[in-house]
């Protein structure tokens, strides 16, 4: 059988910050020429701090606010009477999920499997709505592509050590071939899940869809990583601090990793060395 070329996207919180940045992803990725896209999402702008902090109160207060962004977001985007009401049933049960995990607490203290779930809503809500919107503009895209999941829970297997999640490079490879059973088309993953080793939920960290791009673009032997997101590249020095500063237009392998390795924000510093 012939072998995909792969591209990867991925998007971050600020890119899916509300409907109508979600209508310019949609557009970028209609833009796209590959027949075989994978898209990596965040959480929209704001979720992961505002679940963080449920997390923290054992209460829904602080998501109630994009609770009713999350709302308007799908009234804006869907048109679909029954696609409208499949988005709201599965919101509804995520959030009752939260509930029924408090209410169960014995010892006061959630387990890390369970914190993993509810910290991950954020990516599960982006990556559904964007599955939703997508498949209802198929019209639009002109290589009318096929909209599918990847659910990153059965692809990234990975074990914690003191410097962070390590990849099970061998179980993530079969978990991706066993997920991966679509011909062709634009494939859709919530970045910042995994399942450990013990096959119990996890995630790759705060700010960790830019390592699951980079596992998921070296798992399918991507062409090409794009990193979508509010600024215009990797610069010569933080503009908010260096007048002049330039966007810096290629750059090594090595010069990214060092970037990273020292701060630089615009590079995730576990990114780097899939794709190397």
């Given at each position: ?8 996207y ?35 702008a ?6 963080s ?15 009713a ?13 029954a ?26 203290q ?14 599960v ?5 964007l599955?939703?919107f ?19 829970h059965?692809?990234?297997?990975v ?33 910042f ?29 991507a ?54």
């Amino acid at each position: 059988m012939k072998e995909k070329n792969w591209q990867v996207y991925k998007f971050g919180g600020t890119s899916l910050a509300d409907g109508t940045c979600l209508e310019r992803v949609c557009a970028l990725i209609h833009q796209n020429s590959s027949s075989n896209l994978i898209v990596v999402v965040s959480a929209m702008a704001g979720v992961t701090d505002s679940l963080s902090k449920v997390l923290q109160t054992k209460n829904l207060e602080p998501i109630k606010p994009f609770m009713a962004l999350y709302q308007q977001t799908i009234e804006k985007l869907i048109n679909n009477p029954a696609v409208i009401r499949s988005l709201e049933d599965s919101f509804a049960s995520d959030i009752r999920r939260i509930e029924q995990i408090f209410a169960s607490l014995e010892s006061g203290q959630l387990s890390h499997a369970e914190t993993s779930i509810i910290i991950g809503f954020g990516e599960v809500w982006s990556s559904r709505l964007l599955i939703s919107f997508l498949a209802e503009n198929n019209s639009q895209d002109p290589l009318k592509r096929e909209i599918h999941e990847l659910n990153a829970h059965k692809i990234i297997n990975v074990s914690h050590g003191d410097m962070g999640p390590i990849v099970d490079w061998n179980k993530s490879k079969l978990g991706f071939e066993k997920e991966n059973n679509k011909t062709t088309g634009i494939f859709v993953m919530g970045g910042f899940l995994a399942t450990d080793l013990d096959t119990n939920p996890t995630t790759l960290g705060r700010n960790g869809s830019d390592f699951s791009a980079s596992i998921i673009a070296s798992l399918s032997n991507a062409e090409s990583v794009t990193i979508w997101t509010d600024v215009d590249g990797v610069m010569t020095g933080d503009p908010n601090q260096v007048s002049g500063a330039k966007i810096i237009s290629q750059m090594s392998y090595d010069e990214a990793a060092e970037l990273a390795y020292f701060g630089a924000k615009v590079i995730h510093p576990k990114m780097m060395s899939p794709l190397i």
